[in-house]
């Protein structure tokens, strides 16, 4: 898709490049005044300015189209780069120790922290 449009927004600057190099400036309408060869030309001797105008009109917007989409495209295409190499944090879940003897566990639980800590009223006073 990114390719297309690239292609596309190639091949129509040029053509806007092309129709505007191809309309004639506002000095050359003197020379069209008296009838140098307007008859002789390919629109006639009013048609060539409307047709190019509408030309460039019709290929500058869709230049000015393709750049806004070619913009959308390659801003998204950074942001998904972007987030692709950003590290992913592991997502395994730990099960739970499964209690089978709940009251076995409580109470030796209980035993082993009251004797491990000592209390305030064993420890010797200093002064």
Request: glycine residues 8%; hydrophobic residues 45%.
């Amino acid at each position: 898709m990114y390719d297309l449009l690239l292609i596309v927004h190639v091949v129509i600057a040029i053509a806007v490049i092309v129709l505007v190099l191809l309309q004639q400036g506002k000095g050359a309408e003197m020379g069209a005044a008296f009838g140098a060869g307007a008859s002789q030309t390919l629109f006639g001797s009013q048609g060539s300015g409307n047709f190019l105008t509408r030309a460039t009109a019709i290929c500058a917007t869709i230049f000015f189209i393709t750049s806004l989409l070619l913009g959308y495209l390659a801003a998204n295409q950074a942001k998904m780069k972007a987030e692709a190499l950003l590290p992913v944090a592991p997502t395994t879940v730990i099960p739970a120790p499964v209690d089978n003897e709940p009251s076995q566990q409580k109470e030796s639980t209980q035993d082993s922290t009251s004797k491990s800590a000592p209390s305030h009223s064993d420890v010797p006073d200093v002064e």
